[in-house]
């Protein structure tokens, strides 16, 4: 924590880790195409880094790597229906 003038401490937040299209193909095991359309089809929302590049965070992974039971029913990014 860092104290500010008026000697009170500030807390840092801690940045967000972002993963790219390869690592998310490495961590969930799917084709790096598939994890394109998820995102284009707004099931996950991953920022866009410098050169346009897709940055996913651990929050956009969750719905991809729940069983599939689950994820034919749910969709947390556009709630809607997503078919595996």
Known sequence: ME????????AK???????????????????ADKVRRYARADFMAP???P?????FTFH?????SWPPSVARTTSTASHSTIWF
């Open 60 to 64: 956009d992974l969750g719905p991809i």
């Open 3 to 10: 104290a500010d003038q008026g000697g009170e401490q500030e």
């Open 51 to 55: 050169h346009n590049e897709y940055r």
């Open 13 to 31: 937040v801690p940045e967000m880790e972002h993963f790219t299209t390869r690592d998310v193909t490495r961590i969930l095991d799917l084709p």
């Open 47 to 49: 920022e866009r880094g």
